[in-house]
Nanobody, 121 residues
């Protein structure tokens, strides 16, 4: 059974930084792409970033480009989201997810429970 556990959320001031982590278990982590999504209060969940199985290709939502960086450590079965220059509109619950394939896709099959990120002004 695939399990994803996010950590690293919290309260930060505008312009601050946070690094989210997502630890995966239940299958060979390095065989699959990983993604980060977020859901703000009253809004639909939205894509934030994704990374291929090897880490060789990454993809970002336009509004986070240049501020967020996704990375992975296949030896630690963990994917990260480094978030810099945070804005109030980044406030949301952040989820990691993984599809059943090694490349970036729009279909994700497994999801974590989420971690809250709150950016205060």
């Amino acid at each position: 059974q695939v399990q994803l556990l996010e950590s690293g959320g919290g309260l930060v001031q505008v312009g601050g930084s946070l690094r989210l982590s997502c630890a995966a278990s239940g299958r060979t982590f390095s065989n699959y792409a990983m993604g980060w999504f977020r859901q703000a209060p009253g809004k639909e969940r939205e894509f934030v970033s994704a990374i291929t199985w090897s880490g060789g290709t990454t993809y970002y939502k336009d509004s986070v480009k240049g501020r967020f960086t996704i990375s992975r450590d296949n030896a630690k079965n963990t994917v990260y989201l480094q978030m810099n220059s945070l804005k109030p509109e980044d406030t949301a619950v952040y989820y990691c997810a993984t599809p059943d394939q090694p490349y970036i896709t729009s279909e994700y099959h497994y999801w974590g429970q989420g971690t809250q990120v709150t950016v205060s002004s």
